[in-house]
């Protein structure tokens, strides 16, 4: 049922732009493997082989670690709703962030998200689809406000000193590039 091809079709990109909700996959060679939910229109197809989206603050920043080690990465989502449907994007990434000369390029892509700690960029290798016979329905409410309100009420210092706090390791203890490329958000 799993089928394999070597870029993001245009059914593939109308399948993505309509979920509400994608996963992102990565590990280091060494240590845990992070799975996160991610949400609020972050990402956006910029080609058949490029996939961006905003790494929002969060109690973590496994990802950029990860990335810093290797830079494997999966993107995966599901129809929760109509048609049964799971689509992978392998590939590899890497973490832009405030200070890089290509984060004002790569956020222009992106609606602005206060909060936004990096923006990952991904070369997707292989898309894969399959079935998705077993995940269940799900009605959509509408996005949470949460991180956004929690994000303004800290401010660009506040944001700043959380990161410092809790996003310049990663779980097993490895740098995530942060505390090295911080400038006041906008």
């Known amino acids: ?3 394999q091809f070597n870029h993001i079709h245009d059914d593939h990109r109308a399948f993505i732009e309509a979920q509400h909700i994608y996963f992102t996959g990565s590990a280091a060679p060494e240590g845990r493997v992070n799975i996160s939910p991610k949400g609020m229109d972050s990402l956006a197809v910029l ?3 490029r996939i961006i989206w905003l790494n929002l603050t ?3 920043n496994e990802t950029a670690g990860h990335l810093l080690q290797s830079d494997r990465m999966t993107l995966m989502w599901c129809a929760f709703t109509a048609r049964p449907l799971i689509l992978r994007a392998y590939g590899t990434a890497r973490a832009v962030h405030h200070t890089d000369p290509d984060w004002a390029e790569l956020c222009a892509h992106l609606p602005p998200h206060s909060g936004a700690r990096q923006v990952f960029d991904m070369t997707v290798e292989m898309v894969q689809t399959s079935c998705g016979y077993a995940v269940p329905l799900f009605d959509h409410t509408g996005p949470r406000d949460t991180l956004t309100k929690w994000t303004d009420d ?9 990161w410092l706090e809790k996003n310049t390791v990663t779980l097993d203890g490895a740098p995530t590039g942060i ?5 006041t958000p906008e």
């Open 58 to 60: 969060g109690s973590g």
């Open 179 to 183: 505390a090295h490329n911080l400038e």
């Open 47 to 49: 080609s058949p082989n």
């Open 154 to 162: 800290k401010g660009p210092d506040g944001l700043r000193a959380y």
């Open 1 to 3: 049922m799993a089928k």
